[in-house]
């Protein structure tokens, strides 16, 4: 979350801050609050500290043979005085936690204010959007006329925003999350991980998913959490400890279904598989040393970036606005793919810097070579990338005017030969 006393040595900023993410000013409050908790802390260890030397002055009066009572008496009152005290911090202390909680990160200086998506900025374009020279059809339009995309037995299954891929569109994802996961392992350096796919509210709380957005997860009668992302448990390997500043960056990636509730995506994308309820993503998570996560958030991006350059698929590279970043982002790139079904870039990736603000909340810090104490960490996430979505742009891109999907060049040896399409590797319905 944030350093109270940060926030009191520099409310003007904090505030600032928040006003760039639309909020109205809030660091008055959370002093006041401070210093009513640190005045109840100090109340209670004064009580406490009064407590000890009347307890020494009661085993001399007893030696003397002295009246015992008002010392008594004294103890009495300052026992309830304590337990006073400390229930009156300990509500203040509450108070400001979940103050602090339901706040966002601050943006960074150079991420550009706005309200929403209208206020990002294109940093680059990469490759040109294929002229395919017919009309183009959308992902479920070709997946549904194959045979190989199944909308209506997913709904009879699970209901609406879920599908059931067969055959060789099933085998394409495959491939895809194969071909993610093996570039990022095997050439950029990530450690590959096999986490729950189930978390309990502090892991949750974390990554900034809880409390503020728990209506976009599904919970279980156990009370454990499905994950939205692997950015949950993959980040959640750190916590609580103290690392040693020689081990950092530590670099880790999964292939992992994901699961959200979409609570407010009433209306967006209902057709296709574009906003799911369930769905595989391979996520990159970074751990690093705070002077250096700049760098590493830069690097983290061109690792995305790679999968959709090896794919042949044109693509764009977004700064996000503050008013389009994620609640712990300090600063996000969007990669968006070009799919040619609605002639549009559409999100692929999301990376995000998230500074030390969920470190705080997991108290994941590291100690330093040279100095004294520890630091919080820096924690970085991204896509590398939603697996459905690439299909999704594979075969838009990949479509051919008969309705039949090229699969790219890239990612023919995990995929396979299919009978009958030996040099091509087509996907069509006789498949």
């Known amino acids: 979350m944030f350093d109270v006393k ?9 505030d600032r801050g928040l006003a760039r993410r639309g909020l109205l000013p809030r660091a008055a409050g959370i002093v006041a609050l401070d210093e009513s908790w640190r005045a109840a802390e100090t109340a209670a260890q004064e009580i406490q500290a009064r407590r000890n030397r009347v307890s020494k002055e009661i085993g001399g009066a007893k030696g003397r043979g002295e009246d015992l009572a008002p010392l008594l008496a004294q103890v009495a009152s300052d026992k309830e005085g304590q337990a006073a005290a400390e229930q009156e911090a300990a509500r203040l202390r509450w108070l400001i936690d979940d103050e602090l909680a339901a706040l966002p990160n601050l943006p960074a200086e150079d991420v550009p204010d706005g309200k929403d998506e209208h206020g990002n900025v294109v940093l680059r374009l990469h490759g040109t959007p294929p002229v395919l020279g017919f009309p183009a059809k959308e992902h479920f339009e070709l997946g549904e006329a194959l045979g190989l995309m199944d909308f209506a037995r997913a709904g009879k299954l699970s209901g609406a925003r879920f599908v059931v891929l067969k055959g060789q ?3 394409l994802e495959r491939a895809i999350g194969q071909f993610m996961i093996d570039l990022q392992t095997n050439e950029f350096g990530y450690t590959e991980i096999s986490p729950p796919l189930m978390v309990r509210d502090e892991a949750a709380f974390g990554t900034g998913s809880l409390p503020k957005f728990g209506d976009d997860l599904f919970k279980t009668t156990t009370g454990l959490w499905l994950i939205p992302t692997a950015e949950v448990p993959l980040t959640n390997l750190v916590a609580d400890e103290i690392l040693d500043e020689g081990k950092l960056p530590l670099r880790f990636t999964a292939w992992t279904p994901c699961f959200r509730s979409e609570a407010g995506a009433a209306g967006k994308d209902t057709r296709g598989m574009i906003r799911q309820h369930q ?3 391979v996520e990159l998570v970074s751990i690093a ?5 700049v760098d590493e958030h830069e690097r983290m991006t061109s690792c995305a970036e790679e999968v959709l350059k090896r794919l ?4 764009r590279v977004m700064l996000l606005c503050t008013g389009d970043m994620g609640f712990a982002s300090r600063k996000t ?11 549009a870039y559409r999100e692929i990736s999301s990376c995000s810097n998230c500074g030390e603000f969920q470190a705080r909340r997991m108290k994941a810090r590291f100690r330093p070579g040279e100095g004294k104490g520890t630091r919080f960490v820096h924690t970085l ?3 590398g990338l939603a697996v459905g979505r690439t299909l999704i742009a594979v075969v838009e891109n990949y479509q051919q005017g008969n309705g039949t999907v090229v699969v790219p060049e890239a990612l023919r040896p995990l995929y396979g030969r299919t009978r009958g399409h030996r040099r091509r590797c087509l996907i069509n319905r006789s498949t």
């Open 6 to 14: 940060w926030i009191r040595d520099n409310p003007e900023a904090f």
């Open 169 to 171: 569109l099933a085998r």
């Open 279 to 281: 769905f595989e993503k």
């Open 289 to 293: 040393h705070p002077d250096r996560s």
């Open 312 to 315: 042949g698929l044109a693509y």
């Open 333 to 343: 790139y969007d990669i968006e793919v070009w799919l040619p079904g609605q002639n």
């Open 381 to 383: 996430n991204g896509s």
